[in-house]
């Protein structure tokens, strides 16, 4: 008996790319609420930032002493902050005196720079080492997480009042170094005291997303390279490096992007004078705004925030740092794009419809 099954119906390529573009828009009709929300919230003002940047200050003038009226201002704002010209009653520029914000704005840049390349590589290497601890099996290691945590829950104003005693005259520092070290006025051992601040409060961070990257490591990987006689240290570069790597990145550009906003602990550890040796460019935009130069300090943010894109923008593109979990270097978008052609070829390939036939015996 010929029992012949007709052929499968296989649905068209129109049909496929039509069910697509309803799913696409079932999802953003799912989403557009929360986008506006978002709009609204960080968009607009970001918008208006940038607007007011680009607008001169109304009120009297520290430089000239005159009151100015406000109006369009041009680029005048960013020349201000980036080549530290100010006008004159005359109408020209020149460079501007001792005590104008302005003249604090390199110096800020390169300790916030420098509060960042130090602060993120000790919490890379302090949180990797956390977490490989409370990645291994041993009792009391639920307790161990959760204190871990604490330092970076208590709120950055008690913490900074912490390290203040601890940092004082005749605080457990000097009194455990013998040395009488001016940890708040000395440059230097300032710069030091903010970064050890911070790496005591935002290791925790480091350490739980690296944690969380660990666990997704299959025992079995390491399982095999001991067989094939990998040591420890071979193990770590061969296979934890390579595998943790998605949920680093992800670690480094988070805590890279606060560090360059770092305003409230050298504040209230050292002074929020915009000519502290720990000043910060996010406390020259608070100092802009105290002297209400709001359209100056606009500049300042937008600056900022071009900033912080630019990095952001450049550990995704380059390092390969993706908050999707996927590697993102240049090489393995290549390789996921090589894929996707082999899928769509397949895909060609298996439209064609099939018949199945089969005899009785």
């Avoid at 110096?107 to 080492?129: D, K, R, S, Y």
Wanted: glycine content about 6%; proline content about 6%; charged content about 15%.
């Amino acid at each position: 008996m010929d029992t012949t099954r007709p052929a499968r119906k296989v649905p068209s390529r129109e049909g496929i790319v039509e069910a697509r573009r309803k799913q696409h828009r079932n999802a953003a009709l799912l989403i557009a609420p929360t986008l506006i929300v978002l709009a609204i919230v960080i968009g607009y003002p970001i918008l208006r930032a940038i607007y007011l940047s680009f607008q001169a200050d109304k009120g009297l003038d520290p430089v000239t002493g005159l009151f100015t009226q406000g109006g369009f201002a041009g680029l005048e704002h960013y020349a201000y902050w980036l080549t530290q010209r100010c006008g004159t009653s005359s109408g020209s520029a020149i460079a501007c005196p001792p005590g104008v914000i302005a003249t604090d704005f390199w110096p800020a840049v390169g300790n916030t720079l420098f509060f960042t390349v130090v602060t993120v590589t000790l919490e890379i290497v302090l949180g990797m080492g956390m977490a490989l601890v409370m990645n291994r099996e041993f009792r009391g290691r639920a307790l161990v997480r959760a204190a871990v945590l604490i330092p970076w829950a208590i709120p950055t104003a008690v913490t900074t009042k912490l390290w203040q005693f601890i940092f004082a005259d005749k605080g457990i520092v000097n009194s455990l170094l013998h040395t009488p070290i001016q940890w708040t006025t000395d440059p230097w051992a300032a710069r030091f005291a903010v970064i050890i601040a911070d790496v005591w409060k935002t290791t925790p961070f480091m350490a739980l997303l690296i944690l969380a990257g660990l666990q997704m490591i299959p025992k079995d990987v390491y399982e095999a390279a001991r067989v094939d006689g990998a040591n420890t240290w071979q193990q770590f570069l061969q296979i934890t490096l390579p595998l943790v790597k998605p949920a680093l990145m992800v670690a480094v550009l988070f805590r890279t992007l606060d560090a360059l906003r770092m305003y409230d602990l050298p504040v209230i550890l050292i002074s929020s004078s915009s000519n502290s040796p720990t000043a910060t460019i996010s406390q020259l935009v608070v100092e802009d705004v105290r002297q209400n130069h709001f359209n100056s300090a606009s500049a300042l943010s937008t600056l900022i925030f071009l900033l912080i894109f630019a990095v952001a923008f450049l550990m995704i593109r380059v390092l390969g740092a993706d908050v999707t979990g996927r590697e993102n270097t240049p090489k393995q978008r290549r390789q996921r794009g090589q894929r996707g052609r082999g899928k769509h070829q397949k895909r060609d390939n298996s439209m064609a419809p099939k018949e199945r036939t089969a005899t009785a015996p």
